[in-house]
C-alpha cells in the first residue's frame, strides 16, 4: 500500500541527499514504505550504485534506484524476470526522454541539472506508476 505522497517523498529524498546518501539510495529509500525490506538494509543495498555504479560514472544511481525499486516491489520469482526487466526499460526510457541519457557522466555534463533533479524525476517517474 502506498503510504506516502510524491510531495513527502520528494522532502525525504532531499533529506537523505544532504545527509550524505547516495543517488541510488534516496530513490530507493524515499519508497521504504512499498517493500518488504527495513530502511538500514535498504541503504546497504544501494550503497554501491552511487555515482554512475561505484562513481564509475556509468548507468546513474537514480536509474539503478528506480531499477532496484522495481525488484523490491514487482519481483517475487523467476518467472518475473521478463514483465520486471520490460518495467525497468520503460523507467529508463521515461528517465532519457527527460534527460537526454541513463549515464551519470553525460548527465553531469556542464549545464545539467544537480542530481537532486535526477532523484526527484526517478522518484516521480516511479511514483507516478505506482498510482
Known amino acids: 500500500m502506498v503510504k506516502y505522497t510524491l510531495d513527502e517523498r520528494i522532502a525525504r529524498a532531499r533529506q537523505l541527499h544532504k545527509d550524505g546518501y547516495n543517488c541510488a539510495q534516496c530513490v530507493v529509500m524515499a519508497f521504504d514504505d512499498i517493500y518488504d525490506l527495513d530502511t538500514n538494509t535498504a541503504a546497504k543495498v544501494s550503497a554501491g550504485m552511487g555515482g554512475g555504479v561505484g562513481g564509475q ?10 531499477a532496484m525499486t522495481l525488484g523490491l516491489t514487482q519481483y ?47 522518484i516521480t517517474i516511479i511514483d507516478k506508476k505506482l498510482r
Open 57 to 66: 560514472r556509468q548507468v546513474c544511481g537514480t536509474v539503478s534506484g528506480m
Open 76 to 122: 517475487a520469482s523467476p518467472a518475473d524476470k521478463a514483465a520486471t526487466y520490460q518495467a525497468v526499460k520503460d523507467y529508463s526510457n521515461e528517465f532519457t526522454a527527460i534527460n537526454g541519457s541513463i549515464v551519470c557522466s553525460e548527465l553531469l555534463k556542464a549545464g545539467r541539472k544537480p542530481c537532486i533533479e535526477l532523484i526527484i524525476d526517478a
